[in-house]
């Protein structure tokens, strides 16, 4: 099973601010210079974002809504349900991350990945996770307010400014400016990309520093660790099955089952740590904490699962919208990532 790379960076990051947390003036610089780079990953999202190309896959609705009914509403009911495993399986603070972790969008890019290599729909699964990214910027802050309450500040005005200046600000000008700068981007894809995952690990190096400060890993056993995986394992199951399985109930043909699939059960490490950092501030190293075991865990399962279905017998009977779908995209010019 692969390990993402960049997971091991994540925990080398974690280590170091286990071993030197930021303190005092440097704890200062470093969480402004987070902030800055929030606002500057939300500003690079609107700017790749082609609205254009998701208003062209809106055509294939009924898949687009299927994805969205299974990452903003079955993932978020399943983690209002693991309420009853506390304190059983896990503390507060780490059923808080997990109810989190059910609210953020799904991916882009690996679940355009998996998609291709399952021969599935790629085109709907690229709109799907661009739809899903654009709808999580204001509906995960809104959903985290209204279902984690005091524990992200309820919707007081100062929680409504920080996300508005922080998330939709950049992410507006973004969008805005990408007439100009959607050119530079697409060409310096890579650079940014780079970019984009050193500003991650300075937001992560920075929750997890106010997490030592303040001593909350005294309140992490191994065995509620141990607990909290066992649960994720069995949230990433049913997520699977249920879009699977779900998706052939609606009459969706092959590969757009396979879109569903890749596109319903995941959910983004890169939109969910800034969003955490903005939400829950000092207290976001438990936050993150269950989405960055449940990204690793949803990488090797679905890889498993995309090369056996590689080798299903082709199918030729894909949905109508599917089709559609898929004749869509290719006119439009739509292109992974």
Not at 283 to 303: D, G, I, N, R, T
């Amino acid at each position: 099973m692969p390990v993402d790379p960049y997971i091991l960076l994540l925990l080398g990051t974690v280590g170091l601010a286990a071993l030197l947390p930021a303190r005092g003036t440097t704890a200062d610089v470093a969480s402004g210079a987070s902030t800055a780079a929030i606002a500057f990953l939300f500003f690079l999202y609107g700017a790749r974002l082609s609205t254009r190309e998701a208003l062209d896959g809106l055509k294939h609705w009924r898949l687009h809504i299927t994805v969205l009914a299974c990452t903003f509403v079955v993932f978020p009911l399943l983690g209002l349900a693991a309420r009853g495993l506390v304190p059983v399986l896990l503390t507060d603070p780490l059923y808080q991350g997990l109810l989190f972790l059910t609210l953020v969008p799904s991916t882009i890019q690996s679940s355009i990945a998996f998609t291709s290599i399952a021969r599935g729909n790629v085109p709907a699964a690229i709109c799907a996770g661009s739809f899903s990214s654009l709808v999580g910027i204001v509906l995960t802050p809104l959903l985290a307010a209204a279902l984690l309450g005091g524990a992200v500040g309820g919707f007081s005005a100062d929680s409504v400014v920080k996300i508005v200046l922080q998330l939709l600000v950049p992410f507006v000008a973004g969008q805005l400016l990408r007439r100009w700068i959607g050119a530079f981007v697409a060409r310096h894809r890579k650079a940014l990309g780079l970019v984009d995952r050193g500003s991650i690990l300075l937001v992560v190096y920075t929750a997890f520093s106010a997490g030592m400060v303040q001593g909350i890993w005294h309140r992490v056993s191994p065995a509620r660790l141990a607990g909290l995986l066992a649960v994720e394992v069995v949230l990433l199951a049913l997520m699977l099955a249920l879009t699977w399985y779900g998706a052939r109930a609606l009459g969706f043909g092959r590969a757009d089952r396979i879109a569903i699939q890749f596109a319903g059960s995941k959910k983004s490490l890169a939109a969910g740590l800034p969003m955490a950092s903005v939400l829950f501030g000092a207290h976001a190293s438990l936050a993150v904490l269950p989405l960055m075991l449940f990204h690793q865990m949803q990488l090797m399962v679905c890889a498993v699962i995309a090369k056996r279905r590689s080798r299903d017998p082709r199918e030729d009977a894909t949905s109508p919208a599917g089709t559609a779908a898929s004749r869509t995209a290719v006119g439009t010019g739509t292109r992974p990532g």
